[in-house]
């Protein structure tokens, strides 16, 4: 059983920056695939980030140029730093993690992003 924590969110104001984390934790021997989503009121989840283990990185185009996707291995953790951020940014952020490539995904519970004046 594998358990995301993510921590992070908040209310930020079109311009500003915030930083999501997320830490998994359970029997893991190693997280093929890190990353997040997120889900926007009334719209589907989407792709935000991913980082597989090995350091292959791709962002959702809309985000591009302004979000970082970072992870520590040996942490177990992964990184979301989110620069420029703009009120369609808002949404809940959900931390993924698969511990193979043709593994059940796991999902934390979510964080709250507001961009908002």
């Known amino acids: 059983q594998v358990q995301l924590m993510e921590s992070g969110g908040g209310l930020v104001q079109p311009g500003g920056s915030l930083r999501l984390s997320c830490v998994a934790s359970g029997t893991i021997y190693s997280i093929y695939i890190m990353g997040w989503y997120r889900q926007a009121p009334g719209k589907e989840r989407e792709l935000v980030a991913l980082?597989?283990?090995?350091?292959?990185?791709t962002y959702a185009d809309s985000v591009k140029g302004r979000f970082t996707i970072s992870r520590d291995n040996d942490k177990k953790t992964v990184y979301l730093q989110m620069n420029k951020l703009k009120p369609e940014d808002t949404g809940v952020y959900y931390c993924?993690?698969?511990?193979?490539?043709?593994?059940?995904?796991?999902w934390g519970k979510g964080a709250l992003v507001t961009v908002s004046s």
């Open positions: 980082s597989t283990f090995s350091g292959t990185i």
């Open positions: 993924h993690a698969q511990m193979s490539l043709k593994a059940v995904p796991n």
